[in-house]
T-cell receptor
Framework: EAGVTQSPTHLIKTRGQQATLRCSPI?????VYWYQQALGLGLQFLLWYDEGEERNRGNFPPRFSGRQFPNYSSELNVNALELEDSALYLCASSLPRDRGTDTQYFGPGTRLTVL | GENVEQHPSTLSVQEGDSAVIKCTYS??????FPWYKQELGKGPQLIID?????GEKKDQRIAVTLNKTAKHFSLHITETQPEDSAVYFC?????FGAGTRLTVKP
């Protein structure tokens, strides 16, 4: 069974530009989560999508946005990039919450560097 | 909502020794507690999990214990090996602890 995939692996942008990161969940998973991990530190929760809807949002400015497509894949958009946005962006997927588990399975991440 | 606190933030042990990482949670309704291991350059990977209807679960050299009364759970790694060196995260109800960087010295 294929795991969570993310693209691109690395992304280099300059300040003020926009970045788009993509995530494909494990087959059968309807929930997708996005996290920011700066400098190998903790996981900062960004967004949670389930069945195409945004279910929860972390403490990040509105220039961080995303969406989930009908096939449950997801996109994270970061507008007006700032230097401190440089981080590893991790995507995770899980089965629907009503299946009794919320185990999240992570992708390898996208390393975003803002110059 | 749930808050999960994790200690210690860094842990260094000698190869062969045991390592223990502890987490506390605030929501008494929480009933599922996974642990993840993140190696350098990779995403976190689930290594073991426990549900609130059991007090302990073991898988070879790793075990997790849960104390629902005290609202804390712990990861135990015995006979540590250099390849156990990584960052470990606990989680509860979808919220993650801050992580523990474990270093196993040969």
């Amino acid at each position: 069974e294929a795991g969570v995939t993310q693209s691109p692996t690395h992304l280099i942008k300059t300040r003020g530009q926009q970045a788009t990161l993509r995530c494909s969940p494990i087959s059968g998973h309807t929930s997708v989560y996005w996290y920011q991990q700066a400098l190998g530190l903790g996981l900062q929760f960004l967004l949670w999508y389930d069945e195409g809807e945004e279910r929860n949002r972390g403490n990040f400015p509105p220039r961080f946005s995303g969406r989930q497509f009908p096939n449950y894949s997801s996109e994270l958009n970061v507008n007006a990039l700032e230097l401190e946005d440089s981080a590893l962006y991790l995507c995770a997927s899980s089965l629907p919450r009503d299946r009794g588990t919320d185990t999240q399975y992570f992708g390898p991440g996208t390393r975003l560097t803002v110059l | 909502g749930e808050n999960v606190e994790q200690h210690p933030s860094t842990l260094s042990v000698q190869e062969g020794d045991s390592a223990v990482i502890k987490c506390t949670y605030s929501d008494s309704a929480s009933n599922y507690f996974p642990w993840y291991k993140q190696e350098l350059g990779k995403g976190p990977q689930l290594i073991i999990d426990i549900r609130s209807n059991v007090g302990e679960k073991k898988d070879q050299r790793i075990a997790v214990t849960l104390n629902k009364t005290a609202k804390h759970f712990s990861l135990h790694i015995t006979e540590t090996q250099p390849e156990d060196s990584a960052v470990y995260f606990c989680a509860g109800e979808g919220r993650f602890g801050a992580g523990t960087r474990l270093t196993v010295k040969p």
